[in-house]
């Protein structure tokens, strides 16, 4: 959202006397600078919580009628004005202005329109600050929910692929390069890993973003005889803020929800790069779907992976969204100030991003076409049986500094007679170690060397098979 700034200082006024008068003109005698109006307005990024303004509201008026601060009638009048309110804006008919500032006067303004007098009993025992903290609450909470399922959705994808992929072998590595061999499915189920814990940290952030601001009204708490706790009831808030000058003034759930969408870009940008790697014709271990690839206007040939490249580009704007959130907040001295308006775009950005992303990827995830045999041949290369061997010298009561020692010397030798481990002949091998049996054969293959490693948290196809049924069984459970 950009804004269209007048030049400043232009000097044109708004007829403040005139129509729409802002709610709080009374201890002005001039109208606001047109610049001004601009620069402090909020409205064209802040109608995105309409509805968490207007549930509100509701919650907020049956709370005054409830506790006698508003009669029935009123509270019932006023209700309707709100819910016509929302009916127009979700059909698209609703005028915002800026010169009403933000989503907050201008639906208290339309409804002051709609149903007279009454409507301005609305914002009794109420100030924006908890407001806006209440929307902003309400708003994240959903989100939160949401990008749970798309996390879930995402993980339920990545179990199949790893149950079909649970033998497959492909080259694990560490610092790039060959390490030991690996099976595709234990390397998506790491994955899965990571965004399980994404999930218990939205999950954890959750229980702080569901606090009841209302009441705190503008810093200091209201003089009418309220009732909190009925107001956290309607809205479904676990609890309400314990200090009305925090409860106005902190968005550390909000920076809170940004780490957290931070950290689970940082996941996807992980993905995304082994993704663009292994699409690579140098790779060539998986094949991404037409439907997701795009082409280029001048090399025909191209089939570039335009989608995990654009996940790992835009885990950028998320983690520069995080640090504004931090700045904006540092140094506030309580409560409310101004400043906090800007934490909305950085916050919406981070929501918007994270969403798109995380769908991207389960659109993405089941299209992808394993190449089982390009895997498997640059498992071959590499030495990657090189730590089975000595592991098999170990067992033979070699020290496994020996041990290593010994199979340094033999893949010296194998490299420079350009051969694998398992092409080198017993007698080749017997010249390092006197140790080595024909049995040893049986290790140097790939299939032995993931298969041997069947333990919880290893990579044996067995033990693939077990996690996706414990990934399962997490993702039937709703999740705390
Ligand atoms: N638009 C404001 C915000 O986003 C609402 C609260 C304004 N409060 C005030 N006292 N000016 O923070």
């Not at 200082?9 to 606001?32: I, L």
């Not at 908890?130 to 609450?137: F, I, K, M, S, Y």
């Not at 149950?163 to 234990?186: L, S």
Request: negative net charge; contains cysteine; glycine residues 8%.
């Amino acid at each position: 959202m950009y804004y269209v700034f007048t030049s400043p200082g232009s000097g044109r006024k708004m007829a403040s006397k005139q129509s729409p008068v802002k709610p709080w003109a009374g201890r002005f005698s001039e109208g606001t600078d047109q610049f001004v109006e601009q620069f402090t307005e909020s409205v064209s990024f802040d109608q995105r919580l309409y509805r968490q303004d207007i549930r509100g509201s509701l919650a907020h008026v049956r709370m005054l009628a409830h506790c006698g601060v508003l009669s029935q009638d009123e509270a019932g009048r006023i209700s309707q004005g709100l819910d016509s309110v929302l009916a127009d804006i979700e059909a698209g008919r609703f005028q915002w202005r800026v010169e009403l500032e933000d989503v907050h006067m201008n639906i208290e303004m339309a409804l002051v329109e709609r149903i007279g007098e009454v409507g301005k009993k609305l914002h009794t025992a109420r100030s924006r600050n908890d407001q806006v903290a209440t929307d902003l609450r309400l708003y994240l909470r959903d989100v939160i929910d949401e990008l749970r399922l798309l996390l879930r959705t995402l993980m339920h994808a990545l179990g199949d692929v790893a149950e079909r992929e649970a033998g497959t072998i492909m080259p694990g590595f560490t610092h790039m390069q060959a390490a030991q061999p690996v099976t595709f499915g234990h390397h998506l189920l790491a994955w899965c890993a990571m965004l399980q814990r994404d999930e218990q940290r939205l999950a954890d952030c959750r229980r702080r973003v569901n606090v009841l601001p209302l009441g705190a009204a503008a810093l200091a708490g209201t003089g009418f005889p309220i009732d909190r706790d009925y107001t956290a009831r309607l809205l479904e808030f676990d609890r309400v803020a314990e200090n009305s000058l925090d409860a106005v003034s902190d968005r550390d759930f909000g920076i809170e929800f940004c780490a957290a969408a931070a950290l689970i870009m940082m996941h996807l940008s992980r993905f995304a790069e082994e993704l663009v790697l292994w699409a690579s014709p140098q790779y060539r271990f998986i094949e991404l779907d037409d439907a997701w690839c795009t082409g280029s206007s001048i090399m025909p040939q191209k089939k570039n992976p335009d989608v995990p490249e654009l996940l790992r580009g835009k885990t950028g704007r998320v983690y520069g969204d995080l640090l504004a959130l931090l700045t904006i907040m540092k140094a506030q001295p309580l409560a409310y100030n101004r400043d906090n308006q800007e934490d909305k775009p950085a916050l919406f950005d981070a929501v918007d991003t994270v969403r798109g992303c995380l769908r991207a990827c389960c659109g993405m995830i089941p299209g992808i076409q394993v190449q089982r045999d390009a895997m498997l041949a640059a498992a071959a290369r590499g030495y990657g049986t090189a730590t089975d061997l000595a592991d098999y010298l170990v067992a033979r009561n070699v020290a496994f500094r020996d041990a290593h020692a010994i199979v340094g010397r033999i893949v010296q030798f194998a490299i420079g007679a350009g051969r694998d481990l398992s092409a080198l002949t017993l007698d080749e091998m017997r010249k390092f170690s006197d140790r080595i049996d024909a049995d040893v054969f049986a290790r140097l293959t790939l299939e032995g060397s993931v298969t041997t490693r069947d333990h919880v948290g290893g990579t044996a196809p067995r033990q693939v098979r077990l996690a996706v049924e414990r990934l399962r069984d997490y993702l039937r459970n709703a999740g705390g």
